[in-house]
């Protein structure tokens, strides 16, 4: 979707269509949509409402979500709670890879005995 085709005001408090849209795009798994689709959304609200609501400072808002940086964690959950909406996870197809090694220290190898 391009910014011409992106409607504001069907996102604006609208947390259902929210949700929608930014789960479509969170499963393209690519960080630059996914930073895209955030800075559309929270535009599409009122950006200075929207930092009193997060606690974040509304120059952060668009250095964070302008899609030039990573955004912590933190934010994208900060932006999520302002919008309305929430983070979910879920499992993905798995690769095939040789299997992890088990957890811990290996065995101390045992020298010969002189």
Do not use: C, H, W
């Not at 409402?49 to 940086?69: H, P, Q, S």
């Not at 909406?85 to 992890?100: D, F, G, I, Q």
């Amino acid at each position: 979707m391009s910014d011409d085709e992106f409607d504001p005001e069907l996102y604006r408090d609208n947390p259902g269509a929210i949700a929608a849209y930014l789960d479509d795009i969170f499963r393209k798994n690519d960080l630059r949509e996914v930073l895209i689709a955030l800075n559309r959304v929270m535009r599409a609200q009122n950006v200075k409402a929207m930092a009193r609501e997060t606690g974040l400072r509304r120059d952060n808002l668009y250095k964070t979500f302008g899609g030039e940086i990573d955004p912590q964690l933190g934010r994208v959950m900060a932006l999520f709670e302002g919008l309305g909406v929430r983070l979910s996870v879920m499992p993905v197809r798995p690769k095939e890879r040789a299997p992890r090694p088990k957890l811990g220290r290996p065995p101390k190898s045992r020298g010969p005995i002189s």
